[in-house]
């Protein structure tokens, strides 16, 4: 198994900057792609940015150019470098890990971290 453990949210105003992260353990020799993925009130949770162990990124449009995804592999964390912040960005941020299993993939998840913009 794999466990997460996410850090880094809180409030902030419109146009400020938040960087989280996410400390993975247990099986981590076999993932193969994390990601941040966030849930706004009423709405279904959404991917923001994916990482892969070859490190191609993959962004949700609408944070393009305003978010970095990265990893430090030797302190198995991976981070979310949010800048540019909008009101919008308002939702729990939660992390993700994938490792391929017989017929598909196994998912963890982290506890997740409020993120709050304010406008």
């Known amino acids: 198994q794999v466990q997460l453990v996410e850090s880094g949210g809180g409030l902030v105003q419109a146009g400020g900057s938040l960087r989280l992260s996410c400390i993975a353990s247990g099986s981590i020799f076999s993932i193969n792609a994390m990601g941040w993925y966030r849930q706004a009130p009423g709405k279904q949770r959404e991917l923001v940015a994916l990482?892969?162990?070859?490190?191609?990124?993959n962004y949700n449009d609408s944070v393009k150019g305003r978010f970095t995804i990265s990893r430090d592999n030797a302190k198995n964390t991976v981070y979310l470098q949010m800048n540019s912040l909008k009101p919008e960005d308002t939702a729990v941020y939660y992390c993700?890990?994938?490792?391929?299993?017989?017929?598909?993939?196994?998912?963890?998840w982290g506890q997740g971290t409020q993120v709050t913009v304010s406008s």
């Open positions: 990482i892969t162990s070859g490190g191609s990124t």
């Open positions: 993700n890990a994938r490792r391929p299993a017989v017929g598909g993939s196994l998912i963890s």
